[in-house]
């Protein structure tokens, strides 16, 4: 059974370019979850998703970023217009429920690097 | 409201014990840890439940405190595999917010 999925692994744009990220979840896992951390920080919240559904998008910026799990292919997190600001590692993990009472289990994440 | 976990930072040599600690303001239903070496993953330990219930690996233990809002994970006789940034995720007692709020992390580091 594969582990959560991200690609690419290491991602360059230049200013004012479009980055797309790419995470398949564990087999059987129905619940995505995304974060973004900033070296030698903690891991922030970015949005939660289930098939089909955004059910929790509070951490996200308002603009140029948005998120979509269709109900076939992977989860994809969509940077327009990337800035400097947003060079970060972005993970996503899975679960095969609402994540109360049952581990995420995370991919090797993307880095962003923005030039 | 971000989890605070102490310390930050901590060195042992290897074979020592070490106990991380984190705490909240917010009312908790579960606690979660996890470990990330530097470029890596972050790899699940355990989760505590409100009410007791406890899931994780063998090795590792960790407490949960419901009335103080605290959780701490244990770590005994060290090895150099510990080594690693370890957080703490907690999810809140009110059943609509469902997201892991990480704490900032305490960085172990194990020498021979």
């Known amino acids: 059974n594969a582990g959560v999925m991200q690609n690419p692994r290491h991602l360059v744009r230049r200013r004012g370019q479009e980055a797309r990220l790419r995470c398949s979840p564990m087999?059987?896992?129905?619940?995505v979850y995304w974060y973004r951390q900033l070296p030698e920080e903690g891991l922030k919240f970015m949005v939660y998703?289930?098939?089909?559904?955004?059910?929790?998008e509070s951490g996200m910026p308002k603009e140029r970023f948005s998120a979509e799990f269709p109900k076939e292919g992977p989860s994809i997190l969509r940077i327009q217009q990337v800035v400097r600001g947003d060079s970060a590692a972005y993970f996503c993990?899975?679960?095969?429920?609402?994540?109360?009472?049952?581990?995420?289990?995370f991919g090797q994440g993307t880095r962003l690097t923005v030039v | 409201q971000q989890p605070v976990q102490s310390p930050q930072a901590v060195i042992l040599r290897e074979g020592e014990d070490a106990v991380i600690n984190c705490s909240s303001s917010?009312?908790?239903?579960?606690v979660h840890w996890y470990r990330q070496k530097h470029g890596e993953a972050p790899v699940f330990l355990m989760i505590?439940?409100?009410?007791?219930e406890q899931k994780g690996h063998e090795k590792i233990s960790a407490s949960f405190n419901e009335k103080k809002q605290q959780s701490s994970l244990y770590l005994t006789a060290s090895q150099l595999s510990y080594s690693g940034t370890y957080f703490c995720g907690l999810l809140g007692a009110n059943f609509g917010n469902e997201k892991l709020t990480f704490g900032t992390g305490t960085r172990l580091t194990i020498i021979p």
């Open positions: 993990a899975s679960s095969p429920m609402r994540q109360a009472g049952t581990e995420a289990f």
């Open positions: 087999k059987g896992h129905s619940h």
């Open positions: 917010k009312a908790l239903y579960s």
């Open positions: 998703l289930q098939k089909e559904n955004i059910i929790d």
């Open positions: 505590l439940l409100k009410g007791g």
